[in-house]
């Protein structure tokens, strides 16, 4: 029998040298920027929402990779799934119809806004923004696509061209003249961009998580989509991190009276286990599956075991239990960070939550940083958004107990305090 062990034969099991390796082998500028930054860590056991630093030090871990641990780290109900799926499944072959990407499929449509028909399938976040925005060119047959300014979608080559330049430019990829950007929340500029009805599809996240998830106002969103309509622009929502129940609704998109023409679902998808994606497509936007099904081909995208691990995740994503906890844990965060800042308020300036959805906006351009290089020494794991270092991303799991949530809380509010302090 073959194990981990064996495969790993020279497996290190000291930190420094894994950071060592890393820093010679893997990728030398992420390893020294968390040396840098305070936050050497390397992950070691998971379990829930419990990470152990190498070095032996547990870490809540309250950024989940941005949804992808939702449902904990290694949650048996899915590990056991897997470990039941292996007995008969493998990645299977794209080319074929199958009984896991079809049994996802309809759970998908079934669970999504109306007027979303077809799945078709990726294995990452990137790549179903990719497929996104080419289905929206082949139903529009137009080139252009409106994102807002700080839009993250990934690191594929549409997907990258959408966001900051920030990863474009390094890589050549940016494209100003198809891909065009607009302030969020600023009706006009969306209203100018799409007016010359050149525009294949606006992308927008629900609650933008890398610019540090600021609210979309009341009514904008509507007032996009009703802006897409009436100018012939599909509207794609990315729920890579708003989707799966985290502000509480399946789909956040849902809350805001929008019926998207294609809504694009990863990370949680896939447990923390299987990588999967998958892109909801309206009419319109499927209808290359109709005249052409192998005009976009993924080796891996909607691998059968990822398909079978969603369906788990899906399901348990939309026990009434889970909503409880969810509508439970909003409420909770809510109370105690309203009561944070309003002690802190020339520090912490602004709570924005929306469910489980939350971002701590402190007073300074790098403001974040501080705070969570102490919440990491008190052993909490919580990032700032890289596209505004000013906002704290404070992501909680679905069903994160009440005692963690507490501890949490506790550690927060003792490290808010703590930066405060210095900040003054
Ligand atoms: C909103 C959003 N869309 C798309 C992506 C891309 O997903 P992936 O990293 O799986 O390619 C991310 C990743 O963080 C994201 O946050």
Redesign the pocket.
């Known amino acids: 029998m073959t194990t981990v062990t064996t495969l790993l034969p020279d497996l290190p099991i000291d930190k420094d040298e894994v950071l060592e390796l890393s820093d010679r082998f893997w990728n030398p500028g992420k390893t020294r920027f968390w040396s840098d930054a305070g936050v050497p860590l390397v992950i070691g056991e998971r379990s829930g929402y419990v990470l152990t630093d190498m070095a032996g030090r547990e870490l809540v871990d309250m950024h989940l990779n941005?949804g992808t641990y939702n449902l904990g780290h290694r949650n048996p109900e899915l590990t056991a799934t897997l470990v039941e799926a292996l007995g008969r499944f493998d990645i299977g072959n794209h080319h074929f119809p199958s009984v896991a990407r079809a049994a996802l499929a309809r759970e998908l449509v079934a669970s999504a806004p109306p007027g979303l028909k077809h799945v078709a399938y990726g294995s990452?976040?990137?790549?179903a923004?990719d497929i996104a925005l080419k289905s929206a060119r082949y139903a529009t047959k137009r080139r252009k696509i409106v994102s807002i300014v700080k839009g993250?979608?990934?690191?594929?080559g549409l997907?990258v061209a959408t966001g900051d330049a920030r990863y474009a430019e390094i890589f050549l990829a940016d494209q100003p003249d198809e891909f065009v950007q607009v302030p969020f929340n600023d009706l006009e500029a969306m209203e100018a961009a799409l007016a010359p009805g050149d525009a294949a599809a606006v992308i927008l996240?629900t609650i933008p998580?890398?610019y540090g998830f600021p609210m979309p106002a009341p009514g904008y969103l509507r007032a996009v989509k009703d802006l897409c309509d009436l100018h012939g622009t599909l509207y794609v929502a990315?729920e890579?991190?708003t989707g799966l129940m985290r502000t509480g609704e399946l789909w956040a998109i849902s809350k805001h009276d929008v019926q998207p023409d294609v809504l694009v679902t990863?990370?949680g998808l896939s447990g923390g286990l299987y990588p999967v994606?998958a892109v909801l497509l309206g009419e319109r936007a499927g209808g290359w599956l109709e005249e052409d099904g192998f005009a976009h081909i993924s080796t891996f995208g909607g691998a059968e075991l990822g398909c079978v691990v969603a369906l788990k995740v899906l399901e348990m994503t939309q026990r009434v239990e889970t909503a409880v906890r969810v509508a439970e844990l909003s409420a909770l965060f809510a109370e105690r960070l309203g009561a944070l800042r309003d002690a802190f308020p020339d520090w912490l300036v602004e709570v924005r939550q929306d469910g489980l959805v939350m971002g701590l906006v402190f007073a300074t351009a790098e403001g974040a940083k501080p705070v969570m290089r102490a919440l990491y020494e008190s052993g909490v794991w919580a990032i700032f958004s890289s596209l505004d270092p000013r906002v704290l991303q404070w992501k909680p799991g679905l069903l994160l107990d009440d005692e963690t949530a507490l501890r949490v809380l506790d550690r927060l509010e003792a490290a808010v305090a703590r930066t405060a302090e210095g900040h003054a």
């Open positions: 941005g990452g976040g990137g790549e923004i993250y979608h990934g690191h594929t997907a996240e998580a890398t990315d890579v991190q990863a990370k994606s």
